[in-house]
């Protein structure tokens, strides 16, 4: 049942109201001044707060100020007989949601009441899909690489320095970004992210800057782009050593100025964002190759961040298992499954090319197809329980196997393989898309390693 405080010193204001609220189905607390009610919020935490801005002592104003101060997030419709706009205006830059004239009219109140419960449940609603939000970006591990990597988040993350993360693929470059902003003072602002390969060559200056009306064939309407939706927040520019020259130059230059104009438009749009880059490629490379502007490399770098490899911190596998393990059991409503210690050993000797990525992944795998309450080795790919197996000897060279390099190098290529065709369903086309590389040669591959595809 939802609480609602009524603050006034009209003591037949109150039982009015009590009427009319109780019979709406809602629980009545009462205080004649505004002293009485700020105890009775500090102690009850009422949904809603109905005050009068003409009492004796403590005004209606002060009150709201002192609510303000000790729950920012207190929903106070005002109510007065001597209203004025002024008055009101005030009110409402004290952050009352509401102002209701006397005398009161039944309409109005319950207008006014069942449009402020709906507020204060998207409030909740919101607060709640942020904490779940929250716990889906968190960053799992103890590993001495990972609290490192933390305790360098905290230090950057209240500054508005630019930030350059690197890292392999699927290592978790988006979740310190998201760390970054949520740890900083712009977390209740936006957080816009940007996959810049993921863009065409032709539309990139558009996505990111928006576009005016009839600026090109389409452009049936004028259109906002990344930088002005993460306003006085955080844009993150996920694989920017793929971005174009041309790009890069006006991405500098906003970077430079905090400015810009939409594609077709020539009005200048102030913003002001902290910019978050993320990428898998070595951009000193990339710059010495002329693929990547050296000024916006300089530019982006001030707190550069790199994220480990799974393979150089295994500590973390077995707490990232579990984690995964009971998030998709979870979801896919699954009875809570476990792994042997000798799977957790396979999973923990395997070097993980796909990093944290790969490993979500095939425990999304095993909790949807493993009949099972227990993962023995048995059920994991063959490319983890091969690679063990090449431990003891059967396969991949030990302490006591001489394998040149191209031994070596081939049968980390033939693992490789049959891992990716695992994670495709054997699907040949769709693992040659995966993998980058043309179907044909794949096949190619298939048939000199003698790998037999199952249907």
Request: aromatic share 6%; charged share 30%; hydrophobic share 35%.
């Amino acid at each position: 049942m939802k609480t609602i405080l009524i603050v006034d010193d009209e003591q037949s204001i109150r039982e009015s109201l009590k009427g009319i609220l109780q019979d709406e189905g809602f629980r009545t607390l009462f205080a004649p001044n505004g002293e009485e009610g700020l105890n009775l919020v500090k102690e009850d935490n009422p949904d809603l707060v109905l005050l009068d801005i003409w009492m004796p002592g403590m005004d209606g104003l002060e009150t709201l100020q002192r609510i303000r101060e000790g729950h920012p997030e207190q929903l106070v419709i005002m109510m007065s007989g001597h209203g004025t706009i002024e008055t009101a205006v005030k009110a409402t830059k004290l952050g009352a949601y509401d102002f209701i004239e006397k005398p009161l009219s039944l309409e109005k109140v319950l207008l006014g009441v069942q449009n402020a419960m709906k507020i204060g449940q998207l409030v909740e609603e919101n607060r709640s899909l942020r904490a779940r939000l929250a716990k889906d970006y968190e960053m799992i591990g103890d590993s001495p690489a990972i609290r490192h990597l933390k305790e360098q988040i905290s230090i950057a993350a209240p500054t508005s320095g630019w930030v350059l993360i690197t890292g392999e693929n699927g290592t978790g470059k988006e979740l310190v970004a998201r760390a970054i902003h949520h740890q900083s003072h712009r977390r209740e602002k936006p957080f816009i992210e940007v996959n810049c390969a993921a863009i065409p060559e032709e539309l990139i200056e558009s996505e990111l800057f928006g576009h005016e009306k009839g600026a090109f064939t389409g452009a049936t309407a004028q259109r906002k782009g990344k930088f002005d939706q993460a306003h006085e927040g955080t844009l993150f520019l996920d694989e920017i050593g793929d971005m174009s020259l041309k790009t890069q130059a006006k991405v500098l230059r906003i970077l430079q100025e905090r400015k810009f104009e939409r594609v077709g438009g020539h009005r200048t749009i102030e913003v002001d964002v902290r910019v978050i880059a993320a990428t898998n490629k070595d951009l000193d490379e990339e710059i010495r190759t002329g693929n990547f502007r050296e000024d916006l490399y300089y530019r982006l770098n001030v707190l550069p961040f790199h994220v480990p490899p799974l393979r150089h911190r295994i500590e973390d596998i077995p707490k990232l298992t579990h984690h995964f393990l009971e998030f998709f059991c979870s979801k896919e409503s699954r009875e809570t499954k476990s792994l042997t210690a000798e799977a957790l050993d396979a999973m923990v000797s395997y070097s993980w090319p796909g990093n944290v990525r790969e490993l979500k992944n095939i425990i999304e795998r095993l909790a949807i197809m493993t009949p099972e309450t227990i993962i023995s080795e048995r059920n994991l790919p063959v490319a983890i329980t091969g690679r063990r197996q090449g431990a003891k000897g059967q396969g991949t060279p030990s302490a006591g196997q001489t394998f040149t390099f191209r031994e070596a190098r081939e049968e980390f290529e033939k693992d490789f393989l049959i891992q990716k065709l695992e994670e495709n369903d054997w699907n040949v086309s769709r693992t040659a898309e995966a993998i980058e590389i043309e179907r044909s040669n794949l096949h190619r591959k298939i048939k000199s390693f003698g790998i037999e595809l199952k249907k």
